[in-house]
Protein backbone atom coordinates (compact mmCIF):
# COMPACT_ATOMS: atom_id res chain seq x y z
CA UNK A 1 0.00 0.00 0.00
CA UNK A 2 2.93 1.87 0.90
CA UNK A 3 3.98 1.68 -2.49
CA UNK A 4 0.43 3.07 -4.37
CA UNK A 5 0.38 6.03 -1.24
CA UNK A 6 3.56 7.01 -2.46
CA UNK A 7 2.13 7.56 -6.11
CA UNK A 8 -0.88 9.46 -5.13
CA UNK A 9 -0.93 13.01 -5.37
CA UNK A 10 -4.40 14.18 -4.77
CA UNK A 11 -4.60 14.63 -1.15
CA UNK A 12 -7.95 13.78 -0.59
CA UNK A 13 -7.72 10.22 -1.84
CA UNK A 14 -4.47 9.67 -0.17
CA UNK A 15 -6.60 10.60 2.77
CA UNK A 16 -9.50 8.05 1.92
CA UNK A 17 -7.29 5.17 0.99
CA UNK A 18 -5.90 5.48 4.65
CA UNK A 19 -8.97 5.54 6.42
CA UNK A 20 -10.50 2.73 4.66
CA UNK A 21 -6.97 1.02 4.83
CA UNK A 22 -7.42 1.87 8.68
CA UNK A 23 -10.65 -0.06 9.13
CA UNK A 24 -10.70 -2.59 6.45
CA UNK A 25 -6.83 -3.59 7.76
CA UNK A 26 -5.45 -3.65 4.35
CA UNK A 27 -6.34 -1.39 1.27
CA UNK A 28 -8.00 -4.43 -0.97
CA UNK A 29 -9.21 -3.91 -4.44
CA UNK A 30 -12.43 -3.94 -3.46
CA UNK A 31 -12.59 -1.86 -0.85
CA UNK A 32 -10.51 0.71 -3.33
CA UNK A 33 -13.34 0.32 -5.69
CA UNK A 34 -15.56 1.07 -2.46
CA UNK A 35 -13.73 4.47 -2.47
CA UNK A 36 -14.20 4.88 -5.99
CA UNK A 37 -18.13 4.69 -5.58
CA UNK A 38 -18.19 6.67 -3.26
CA UNK A 39 -17.04 9.48 -4.92
CA UNK A 40 -18.78 8.86 -8.35
CA UNK A 41 -21.95 8.78 -5.75
CA UNK A 42 -20.97 12.11 -3.95
CA UNK A 43 -20.43 14.05 -7.32
CA UNK A 44 -24.13 13.08 -8.88
CA UNK A 45 -25.54 13.30 -5.41
CA UNK A 46 -23.88 16.45 -4.17
CA UNK A 47 -23.09 15.44 -1.31
CA UNK A 48 -20.19 16.48 0.73
CA UNK A 49 -18.70 16.57 4.59
CA UNK A 50 -21.13 16.29 6.92
CA UNK A 51 -23.88 14.96 4.88
CA UNK A 52 -25.39 11.55 6.01
CA UNK A 53 -25.86 9.28 3.53
CA UNK A 54 -27.91 5.78 3.27
CA UNK A 55 -25.91 2.99 1.44
CA UNK A 56 -27.41 -0.57 0.22
CA UNK A 57 -24.25 -2.79 -0.76
CA UNK A 58 -24.78 -5.75 -2.90
CA UNK A 59 -21.90 -7.25 -1.28
CA UNK A 60 -20.23 -8.61 2.21
CA UNK A 61 -16.49 -8.60 0.48
CA UNK A 62 -14.79 -5.21 1.31
CA UNK A 63 -16.47 -2.82 -0.31
CA UNK A 64 -19.14 -1.93 2.63
CA UNK A 65 -16.03 -0.96 4.87
CA UNK A 66 -15.18 2.10 2.45
CA UNK A 67 -19.03 3.26 3.32
CA UNK A 68 -18.59 2.62 6.73
CA UNK A 69 -15.02 4.25 7.12
CA UNK A 70 -15.70 7.84 4.33
CA UNK A 71 -19.49 8.10 5.11
CA UNK A 72 -19.91 6.70 8.41
CA UNK A 73 -22.69 4.51 7.60
CA UNK A 74 -22.61 2.08 9.77
CA UNK A 75 -25.24 -1.35 10.44
CA UNK A 76 -25.41 0.05 13.72
CA UNK A 77 -26.63 3.67 12.89
CA UNK A 78 -28.67 2.27 10.43
CA UNK A 79 -27.02 4.01 7.37
CA UNK A 80 -25.46 0.73 5.91
CA UNK A 81 -27.98 -2.09 4.35
CA UNK A 82 -25.99 -5.27 3.06
CA UNK A 83 -28.00 -7.75 0.46
CA UNK A 84 -25.64 -10.36 -0.30
CA UNK A 85 -25.75 -10.82 -3.71
CA UNK A 86 -22.08 -11.11 -4.46
CA UNK A 87 -22.53 -7.84 -6.79
CA UNK A 88 -19.93 -5.00 -6.65
CA UNK A 89 -22.48 -2.30 -6.66
CA UNK A 90 -24.10 0.17 -4.31
CA UNK A 91 -27.20 2.45 -3.90
CA UNK A 92 -26.23 5.53 -2.50
CA UNK A 93 -28.31 8.29 -1.18
CA UNK A 94 -28.66 11.38 1.46
CA UNK A 95 -30.65 10.35 4.60
CA UNK A 96 -34.38 11.70 4.52
CA UNK A 97 -37.38 11.29 6.82
CA UNK A 98 -39.67 8.24 5.85
CA UNK A 99 -41.76 8.59 3.23
CA UNK A 100 -39.74 10.90 1.49
CA UNK A 101 -38.82 10.78 -2.39
CA UNK A 102 -35.19 10.67 -2.72
CA UNK A 103 -32.73 10.58 -5.11
CA UNK A 104 -30.25 7.32 -5.54
CA UNK A 105 -27.76 6.67 -7.44
CA UNK A 106 -26.95 3.25 -7.67
CA UNK A 107 -23.50 2.07 -8.82
CA UNK A 108 -21.48 -1.14 -10.19
CA UNK A 109 -18.03 -1.84 -11.56
CA UNK A 110 -19.11 -2.77 -14.76
CA UNK A 111 -17.47 -5.94 -16.34
CA UNK A 112 -18.59 -4.79 -19.49
CA UNK A 113 -16.25 -1.76 -18.87
CA UNK A 114 -13.45 -3.80 -17.20
CA UNK A 115 -12.48 -5.70 -20.37
CA UNK A 116 -10.66 -3.13 -21.49
CA UNK A 117 -8.08 -3.90 -19.03
CA UNK A 118 -7.41 -7.12 -18.97
CA UNK A 119 -5.65 -7.58 -15.75
CA UNK A 120 -8.39 -6.02 -13.93
CA UNK A 121 -10.80 -7.60 -15.88
CA UNK A 122 -9.25 -11.08 -14.92
CA UNK A 123 -8.89 -9.58 -11.02
CA UNK A 124 -12.68 -9.19 -10.91
CA UNK A 125 -13.64 -12.40 -13.15
CA UNK A 126 -11.35 -14.31 -10.68
CA UNK A 127 -9.48 -16.16 -13.46
CA UNK A 128 -6.18 -14.77 -12.73
CA UNK A 129 -4.39 -13.97 -9.23
CA UNK A 130 -3.63 -10.19 -9.55
CA UNK A 131 -1.94 -8.42 -6.86
CA UNK A 132 -3.98 -6.10 -4.86
CA UNK A 133 -1.49 -3.03 -5.80
CA UNK A 134 -1.11 -4.14 -9.83
CA UNK A 135 -5.26 -3.74 -9.83
CA UNK A 136 -5.52 -0.88 -7.71
CA UNK A 137 -3.56 0.40 -9.95
CA UNK A 138 -5.50 -0.33 -13.17
CA UNK A 139 -8.84 1.16 -11.17
CA UNK A 140 -6.59 4.33 -10.49
CA UNK A 141 -5.67 4.03 -14.42
CA UNK A 142 -9.38 3.69 -15.35
CA UNK A 143 -11.25 5.71 -13.23
CA UNK A 144 -14.34 6.42 -13.30
CA UNK A 145 -14.61 4.81 -16.88
CA UNK A 146 -14.91 1.34 -15.72
CA UNK A 147 -18.59 1.77 -13.41
CA UNK A 148 -21.70 2.52 -14.50
CA UNK A 149 -24.19 4.33 -12.82
CA UNK A 150 -27.67 5.27 -13.06
CA UNK A 151 -29.95 7.21 -10.49
CA UNK A 152 -33.34 5.88 -9.54
CA UNK A 153 -36.17 7.74 -7.11
CA UNK A 154 -35.98 5.80 -3.98
CA UNK A 155 -38.82 5.98 -1.17
CA UNK A 156 -37.76 5.83 2.21
CA UNK A 157 -39.51 3.21 4.31
CA UNK A 158 -41.27 3.77 7.21
CA UNK A 159 -39.31 2.80 10.47
CA UNK A 160 -41.37 -0.08 12.29
CA UNK A 161 -41.86 0.20 15.78
CA UNK A 162 -39.73 -1.99 18.48
CA UNK A 163 -41.64 -4.26 20.22
CA UNK A 164 -39.35 -6.10 22.97
CA UNK A 165 -40.78 -9.26 24.80
CA UNK A 166 -39.64 -12.11 26.66
CA UNK A 167 -38.78 -15.30 24.62
CA UNK A 168 -41.31 -18.26 26.35
CA UNK A 169 -38.84 -20.60 25.90
CA UNK A 170 -35.14 -18.84 27.30
CA UNK A 171 -36.84 -15.96 28.76
CA UNK A 172 -34.01 -13.40 27.49
CA UNK A 173 -35.52 -10.29 25.65
CA UNK A 174 -35.78 -9.89 21.94
CA UNK A 175 -36.99 -7.52 19.01
CA UNK A 176 -40.54 -9.30 17.93
CA UNK A 177 -41.18 -8.64 14.04
CA UNK A 178 -44.76 -10.36 13.95
CA UNK A 179 -46.34 -12.29 16.83
CA UNK A 180 -43.88 -14.73 17.69
CA UNK A 181 -43.58 -16.12 21.01
CA UNK A 182 -39.57 -17.35 20.51
CA UNK A 183 -36.89 -15.67 19.49
CA UNK A 184 -35.19 -16.40 16.74
CA UNK A 185 -32.50 -18.49 18.11
CA UNK A 186 -34.75 -20.81 20.31
CA UNK A 187 -36.85 -20.85 17.13
CA UNK A 188 -34.17 -22.35 14.82
CA UNK A 189 -33.30 -24.47 17.82
CA UNK A 190 -36.88 -25.69 17.87
CA UNK A 191 -37.31 -26.02 13.40
CA UNK A 192 -33.36 -28.37 14.26
CA UNK A 193 -34.77 -30.62 16.88
CA UNK A 194 -34.28 -29.17 20.11
CA UNK A 195 -31.24 -27.15 22.48
Request: proline share 5%; with cysteine; aromatic share 6%.
Amino acid sequence: MEEILARTTDPKMRDQMEKVAQLHGYLSTGAFAGIQMFNIAERILGTGDGDRLFVTCETYHCLPDSFQALGSCTIGNKGLRILDYGKMAATITRRAPAGSRVKAVRVILDPAKTVRYPRLHSWYMKTEKVPHPEAISLLIQAGEGVYSWRIIEHVVPEKPQKVIVLCEKCQESFIRRKDEALCPNCLDGERAGGI
